[in-house]
């Protein structure tokens, strides 16, 4: 059995979502992980089986952080009438915070749906592929409405 060291899953934790906020899926590999985290590549595969594995992780994480936060400033209400403000602020700060890393998520898990429904022929892939590429352009852009700010 491999050799764990406590401490280290959060490290790597950290130094993952780090990475993958700076960074798109596919231009972040476990070497490099490995080498800003000051570990070997053989340990990270020792705390998460693939690099799928540990970006799902780092996903988790950083929905449990954004949650915490955004009940917190919604503990912070005096006023019911600043509560939708007060929310929607914490939530665009949430979406600033890990832009890069939900934009990865949602990439990622769509070209999975794509991948699968691809087995049933190459038509139908096509289609999705473009039903897919629409559907992540106009929710980037609803994002960019809302906020105001290219993303």
Do not use: H
């Amino acid at each position: 059995m491999p050799k764990r060291i406590k401490e280290l899953r959060p490290k790597i934790l950290e130094t993952a979502q780090e990475l993958f906020n700076n960074a798109p899926y596919n231009q972040v590999d476990t070497r490099k992980i490995s080498k800003v985290a000051g570990i070997a590549t053989g340990t990270l595969y020792n705390y998460f089986p693939t690099k799928k594995a540990l970006f799902l992780a780092v996903v988790e994480k950083s929905w449990d952080e954004s949650m915490r936060r955004l009940e917190s400033a919604l503990e912070n209400v005096f006023e019911a009438s600043n509560t939708i403000d007060i929310f929607l602020d914490a939530l665009y700060a949430e979406f600033k915070r890990n832009k890069r890393l939900g934009r990865s998520f949602f990439q990622l898990t769509v070209a999975e749906q794509v991948k699968r429904a691809g087995e049933c022929g190459d038509v139908k892939n096509e289609l999705l592929c473009g039903v897919a590429e629409e559907l992540s352009g106009v929710f980037i852009r609803a994002l960019s409405q809302y906020t105001g700010r290219p993303i």
